[in-house]
């Protein structure tokens, strides 16, 4: 190939990356889709994991991820039922998990706790964009929505990761949708938006006297009432160890140091930012 052919072939070469590279930066994040029992399926990738119902009476959604999402969910939702979404339950009130809330509401009926709906129109959390839409529908303790012959429970179990979040039930499916009460693998507690560390234990134990067998967490992989459990004695581990290095005198930069290291909490993340302060004031 002579040395002009070479350039001319890398610079198309340079031509179609450029191109592939822009469009899939305006394109959403692919979502992916999997059953979890008949009829109940989660869609993973960006935002929180979304659990979707399918019944013969409609569709019911138990979050709704980000704004950008929308499309890809319906689509996704789409190759499993030909019936619309007809309920969304929020587990709380954070961008990833509400965020398309504007775009369903037009159509579906969204419900949350009231302290959800009230840390949206306060604009708690302050990542999150402006036009976020609340729930029209709240609840402070339980609410069933019966669709298609099927409950769908949602109960507020304490604080945790918020004020407000809710577990939601499948009770004949046996299975759990924790939101960020269980995600990812450090807890993030969300003080300004009402979370505890103290308090978040408790409420997993309240969440575990349900009876199932399947956890769909806030974000991460599908798991068990065990691994549920799991998640609770770590977020045990995580209030004790804090606590002790607060009783020992260690000052906010020292613990940050500390959770860096052991939980791998990076200096920027929102742990630090949410998290850490408020642990030093509530675990005093
Ligand atoms: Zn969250």
Not at 56 to 79: P, R
Not at 94 to 99: A, K, P, Q
Not at 154 to 174: C, E, I, M, Q
Not at 254 to 260: D, L, N, R, S, W
């Amino acid at each position: 190939m002579s040395r002009r052919i070479f350039a001319r072939v890398l610079a198309a070469a340079s031509f179609l990356f450029l191109g592939w590279f822009a469009w899939t930066q305006t394109q959403p994040p692919q979502l992916t889709m999997s059953k979890i029992k008949d009829g109940l399926f989660e869609i993973e990738g960006d935002g929180g994991n979304v659990a979707v119902l399918v019944t013969n009476d409609g569709v019911l959604l138990v979050d709704d991820k980000f704004e950008q999402d929308h499309d890809s969910i319906v689509a996704a939702v789409k190759t499993v039922s030909s019936l619309p979404v007809k309920y969304i339950v929020t587990t709380h009130h954070h961008s990833d998990h509400s965020g398309g809330n504007g775009k369903f509401i037009s159509s579906a009926e969204i419900i949350s706790t009231a302290n959800a709906r009230a840390n949206i129109l306060a604009h708690k959390q302050s990542t999150a964009p402006d036009n976020m839409v609340p729930a029209r529908v709240v609840f402070t303790q339980e609410m069933s929505v019966f669709l298609g012959g099927q409950e769908v429970r949602a109960k507020y179990v304490g604080r945790g990761h918020t004020n407000g979040d809710a577990v939601v039930y499948f009770p004949s499916l046996k299975v759990l949708h924790t939101g960020d009460l269980m995600a990812g693998t450090s807890p993030l507690i969300d003080y300004p938006g009402g979370g505890s560390l103290a308090e978040w234990a408790q409420t997993l134990d309240a969440a575990m006297t349900l009876d199932f067998d399947t956890v769909i967490p806030g974000h991460g992989k599908v798991t068990t009432k065990a691994g549920l459990l799991t998640y609770r004695n770590d977020v045990e581990k995580l209030k004790t160890r804090v606590t002790g290095l607060i009783r020992e005198g260690k000052t906010q930069d020292e613990i940050a140091k500390v959770m860096t290291a052991e939980y791998k909490w990076a200096p920027t993340s929102l742990n630090m930012q949410w998290s850490l302060p408020g642990m030093m004031t509530e675990l005093k």
